[in-house]
């Protein structure tokens, strides 16, 4: 006898259950990280792409660092110094005129020089001044007066044609040299006549700005005015503050120190 059960059904297959922990971890990978912190170091094992890109961005970094350095070393780098006039193209050469009449014979002389085309054998002329202390009604100027008194000096390539514009030159009497042949100035007396500042020399640059005084120890000076006047002596000492000058005067042969004002002395 075979039995039927005819209330029994194929069992249906049940759904699995749903994993909390994934879902929890589906929903955080959604969420979007504001600050993203910054990316790990390289792994090892990873491709070269990404070892290529992190090198990219400190090579940029250092670029932009070494830019700001640059920067910095440009601005603070001191000026170069001042080229001294004995270097410059040509040789100096001192030329006598008629004394008074230097800035008349430097502006004949430059004017030659456009006239004729010169400018690229004679290429300066200078009237060397300097800064003299002087007292006037009482009081301290300064004021510039001639170095050489009568004479120019000229920076030429000196040659026949060069020679020939400068030597017949209204008011030019001729070069300074040995015979009839010039004689170029050396380093020294040209940064001297011109006031250069030579690399180095500091203490003679500052000696060299202070204005000279009208009279100097050891100058003869004649007395205008007193109980000396017409008198001549040598200048022994100079008070700058009291405007005063100590005279060794000849008096009875016999030589005297004699203070006097620098109104009343000249020289001569």
Request: proline share 9%; with cysteine.
């Amino acid at each position: 006898m075979s039995i039927t059960n005819e209330n029994h059904s194929p069992e249906e297959p049940e759904e699995p259950e749903e994993d909390d922990a994934v879902t929890e971890e589906s929903e955080a990978a959604v969420v979007v990280d504001d600050d993203p912190a910054p990316p790990d170091p390289v792994p090892p094992g990873a491709g070269p792409e990404v070892a290529e890109d992190q090198d990219a961005d400190v090579a940029a970094a250092v670029d932009e660092d070494a830019l700001i350095y640059d920067k910095d070393v440009e601005e603070t780098v001191d000026a170069p110094p001042p080229v001294s006039p004995y270097d410059r193209p040509g040789r100096w050469y001192v030329v006598h005129t008629q004394s008074g009449y230097e800035k008349k014979v430097k502006q004949n002389l430059e004017a030659r020089i456009t006239s004729m085309g010169m400018e690229e054998r004679i290429h300066e002329v200078v009237i060397p001044l300097e800064d003299v202390v002087e007292f006037k009604g009482g009081k301290k100027v300064v004021v510039q007066k001639k170095v050489f008194p009568g004479y120019l000096l000229v920076r030429c390539s000196l040659d026949d044609d060069a020679w020939y514009v400068v030597r017949n030159t209204p008011g030019v009497t001729g070069f300074v040299g040995a015979g009839n042949k010039p004689s170029p100035l050396g380093r020294r007396d040209v940064e001297t006549f011109l006031a250069a500042k030579v690399e180095g020399d500091d203490a003679a640059m500052a000696k060299k700005s202070k204005p000279r005084l009208q009279y100097e120890v050891s100058e003869t000076v004649r007395v205008k005015e007193g109980p000396f006047a017409d008198f001549s002596g040598e200048v022994i000492e100079i008070n700058e503050d009291q405007l005063k000058v100590k005279v060794l005067v000849n008096i009875f042969g016999r030589e005297t120190p004699v203070e006097l004002e620098f109104a009343q002395v000249a020289k001569l």
